[in-house]
Nanobody
Framework: QVQLVESGGGLVQAGDSLRLSCTAS????????MGWFRQAPGKEREFVAA????????NYADSVKGRFTISRDNAKSTMYLQMNSLQPEDTAVYYC?????????????????WGQGTQVTVSS
């Protein structure tokens, strides 16, 4: 059974940092595209960042570029999202996702596997 489990969310103040983790089990995603999405209350889910296995190629939404950094440790089957300079508009449930396809760069999807999400709340 494939599982993606996020952790690291919480309540922080504007300007603070958080690091989210996503640990995969049930199959290897070492050659898949993996990504982070978020969904704020009353809004649609939006793309945040993605990372490929090869050369750690990355892609970011304009809203987080320069503040967030995505990375992965294939040996630990874990992906990370380092979030700096957090703002109230970053408040959302953050989801990690992975593609079933391998050796293919699909930063915006489609994604086949999803985690349950972790809440990030940024107070002003």
């Amino acid at each position: 059974q494939v599982q993606l489990v996020e952790s690291g969310g919480g309540l922080v103040q504007a300007g603070d940092s958080l690091r989210l983790s996503c640990t995969a089990s049930g199959r290897s995603f070492s050659t898949s595209t993996m990504g982070w999405f978020r969904q704020a209350p009353g809004k649609e889910r939006e793309f945040v960042a993605a990372i490929w296995w090869r050369d750690s190629t990355t892609n970011y939404a304009d809203s987080v570029k320069g503040r967030f950094t995505i990375s992965r440790d294939n040996a630990k089957s874990t992906m990370y999202l380092q979030m700096n300079s957090l703002q109230p508009e970053d408040t959302a449930v953050y989801y990690c996702a992975a593609t079933r396809a391998t050796y293919t760069w699909y930063p915006r999807g489609p994604y086949d596997y999803w985690g349950q999400g972790t809440q990030v709340t940024v107070s002003s």
